[in-house]
């Protein structure tokens, strides 16, 4: 039976619109595309989500590998506010959840002060029965080690766990741990799996 609902953030949560980001910052959309995903992809911003690289090193990192768009890349990152835009119906689902009885939790890859600007007004936080977010064990997913940390932290077991994650080889790690796991799709499809489980349907 499942009693304990695992989030992450990013494509679950809220949504990134890290493309329009981009072109705020002055870049054309195809532009913004092969850039956005060439640093979201790289080692830097992962390292950045473990902790392991300040946020001014990664502006001066990217700067140097792309130094046509130092600028671009700068406003980009330091005007995290532009990233995301919140999905309140799911958060008031997750408040039904938690009404219900199951304990929810993060797990989610993050950067410290996105982190805490994307999530400073998020009504889902306060429903929180836990949380692991990736600065703050210097870990990242689809690594086993923070799938592990969080169990263990608040003593889960694995069999009782639902996860959902917008990746496919986050949700293949959970699974191979043992946790029945959702690779998200959409915005829809994320609320239609929160009604499935408010319906009895995945249980």
């Not at 595309?33 to 990192?61: C, N, P």
């Amino acid at each position: 039976m499942i009693r304990n609902i695992i989030f992450d953030v990013g494509n679950v949560l809220m949504e990134y619109r890290w493309i329009d980001a981009l072109v705020d910052t002055g870049l054309d959309r195809e532009k913004a595309i092969q850039l956005g995903t060439t640093m979201l992809e790289d080692e830097l911003w992962v390292m950045h989500d473990a902790d392991t690289i300040s946020r001014d090193d990664l502006i001066t990192e990217f700067g140097k590998r792309y130094p046509e768009y130092k600028e671009n890349i700068k406003e980009f990152i330091i005007h995290g506010e532009r990233m995301n835009i919140p999905r309140p119906e799911v958060w008031e689902k997750i408040h039904i959840l938690k009404e219900k009885g199951y304990r929810i939790y993060l797990l989610s890859n993050y950067s410290k002060y996105l982190f805490e600007m994307h999530t400073k007004d998020a009504a889902f936080m306060d429903d929180l029965d836990g949380r692991l977010v990736s600065y703050e064990v210097h870990q990242v997913k689809p690594d086993r080690d923070i799938y592990e940390t969080l169990l263990k932290r608040y003593d889960l077991d694995p069999k009782e766990c639902l996860f959902l994650d917008d990746r496919k080889e986050n949700t293949d790690t959970a699974e191979s741990l043992g946790i029945k796991s959702v690779t998200i799709e959409s915005r829809q499809h994320v609320n239609s799996v929160i009604d499935d489980i408010l319906n009895g349907k995945i249980s």
